[in-house]
DNA sequence: TGTCCGATATCCT
DNA sequence: GGATATCGGACAT
């Protein structure tokens, strides 16, 4: 099958759905001529407005986050402990602050450096904060995602607590809401 | 303006 | 397993 872009109805589609759904597709950024690719592997829903672990909790609208309150299929980056970028695409449509972290990639081609792990994976994309908001499905975006055909058996999917956010509580910290490729070595840790 | 702290990575023991 | 680097955003003052 031919490399297919995925569009906005993709990303509307609710929040834990897109989280799986991602696995296997391809993440592509084109930067100073060259195509950066990865098959996306590990991923992690935060469904805001409930979801103590969420940037958006409660409904909680900041500079930082006001692109999770646009339509989905746009970018959502932030800088965590000074040092590291995180990976987000947008979920839902106006109404629902949601979205999925990319935690993992499968290098695919053009790629340097380690891609397992949420930091890593946005150093070696040289994805910055100069990603903020851009549309993913926008006809002549740079940075897009792609659907290649091959399926994924809901089998080969592990599920598990997402990582680092014990600060959300007993609850929060263990739903089931990160999502993986089992047997994949690019997943974290 | 000032203080607090994180959706991590990496090095140390 | 534990420490810590390093800084921008959030929110209080």
């Known amino acids: 099958m031919k490399p297919r872009r995925l569009a906005r109805r993709f990303f509307l589609q ?5 989280a799986k759904a991602l696995l296997g597709k391809y993440l592509v950024r084109e930067y100073r001529g060259r195509r950066l690719a990865g098959r996306i592997v590990e991923t992690e829903a935060y469904i805001g ?20 309150y646009g339509p989905g299929g746009h970018v959502y980056i ?15 449509g106006r109404e629902a602050p949601e979205c999925v972290l990319v935690r993992a990639l499968e290098p695919a081609g053009g790629v340097r450096g380690e891609t397992n792990g949420p930091g890593k994976l946005c150093r070696a994309l040289h994805l910055d904060r100069s990603l903020y908001g ?12 792609e659907d290649h055909g091959g399926k994924i058996k ?4 592990g599920k598990g607590p997402r990582i680092g956010i014990g600060y959300a509580g007993r ?18 840790r």
Request: hydrophobic share 40%; net charge positive; charged share 25%.
């Open 134 to 145: 851009v549309d993913l499905c926008a006809r002549d975006s740079r940075f897009y995602l």
């Open 78 to 92: 932030y800088m965590v402990y000074g040092m590291h970028y995180q990976l987000n695409f947008v979920t839902g």
């Open 49 to 68: 407005r409930r979801d103590r672990a969420a940037h958006s909790y409660g409904g909680r609208r900041t500079a930082r986050n006001e692109v999770e």
């Open 14 to 18: 609710p929040t834990l759905v897109v």
């Open 171 to 188: 609850y929060w910290s263990r739903v089931h809401w990160r999502f993986f490729l089992k047997n994949n070595r690019f997943v974290s």
């Open 154 to 157: 809901p089998g080969a999917i």
